[in-house]
T-cell receptor, first 112, second 114 residues
Framework: QKEVEQNSGPLSVPEGAIASLNCTYS??????FFWYRQYSGKSPELIMSIYSNGDKEDGRFTAQLNKASQYVSLLIRDSQPSDSATYLCAVFGSGNTGKLIFGQGTTLQVKP | EPEVTQTPSHQVTQMGQEVILRCVPISNHLYFYWYRQILGQKVEFLVS????????KSEIFDDQFSVERPDGSNFTLKIRSTKLEDSAMYFC????????????FGPGTRLTVL
């Protein structure tokens, strides 16, 4: 059973700080990794995708992937109260059918 | 910007009744998915659909569930005889390519089974 694990939090950071969200996955063969943001009662919204080891930056967001450690993280710089949400880590299952396996999500609270 | 749409936004039904949840995927996408999220729990995969066939279905997707693409734009999820435990948010998603490409999610349908 492929698993994606996240600390459910909540993770509380002050406004302007860096928020660091972490995710581990069990399938060493996983190739594609996604971070989604989900506001309460809303649908998942894609923030970043990452496929290769290393860092990928997009604005205030940086995704980091370490396949050897089966670890993917998301850094949010200059955190804003509007970043307060649940962040979902997701990986594709095997079989190339597009099945996404989600973690439980980490709730981030950014305090003004 | 193209988006996935879903109707209704909220469906209330009695246990044992049939419900149909509707989705309009992004127009040039070829792969379609349904996920569900029970309140407070993780998003769970239900089914993937391509070329008018189910590509993969989860253990949740039993004989009570079916999917259909009745025309060139709609993608539906039918639950034949709803149970209390079917109460959840149901999300439709679509992508251009399976296995590597980003999936875009619709706003969801909140299903409440009484």
């Amino acid at each position: 059973q492929k698993e994606v694990e996240q600390n459910s939090g909540p993770l509380s950071v002050p406004e302007g700080a860096i928020a660091s969200l972490n995710c581990t996955y069990s399938d060493r063969g996983s190739q594609s990794f996604f971070w989604y943001r989900q506001y309460s009662g809303k649908s998942p919204e894609l923030i970043m995708s990452i496929y290769s080891n290393g860092d990928k930056e997009d604005g205030r967001f940086t995704a980091q992937l370490n396949k050897a450690s089966q670890y993917v993280s998301l850094l949010i710089r200059d955190s804003q109260p509007s970043d307060s949400a649940t962040y979902l880590c997701a990986v594709f299952g095997s079989g190339n059918t597009g099945k996404l396996i989600f973690g439980q999500g980490t709730t981030l609270q950014v305090k003004p | 910007e193209p988006e996935v749409t879903q109707t209704p936004s909220h469906q209330v039904t009695q246990m044992g009744q049939e419900v149909i949840l509707r989705c309009v995927p992004i127009s040039n996408h070829l792969y379609f998915y349904w996920y569900r999220q029970i309140l407070g729990q993780k998003v769970e995969f239900l089914v993937s659909f391509y070329n008018n066939e189910i590509s993969e279905k989860s253990e949740i997707f039993d004989d009570q569930f079916s999917v259909e693409r009745p025309d060139g734009s709609n993608f539906t999820l039918k639950i034949r005889s709803t149970k209390l435990e079917d109460s959840a948010m149901y999300f439709c998603a679509s992508s251009d390519v399976a296995g590597t490409d980003t999936q875009y999610f619709g706003p969801g349908t909140r299903l409440t089974v009484l």
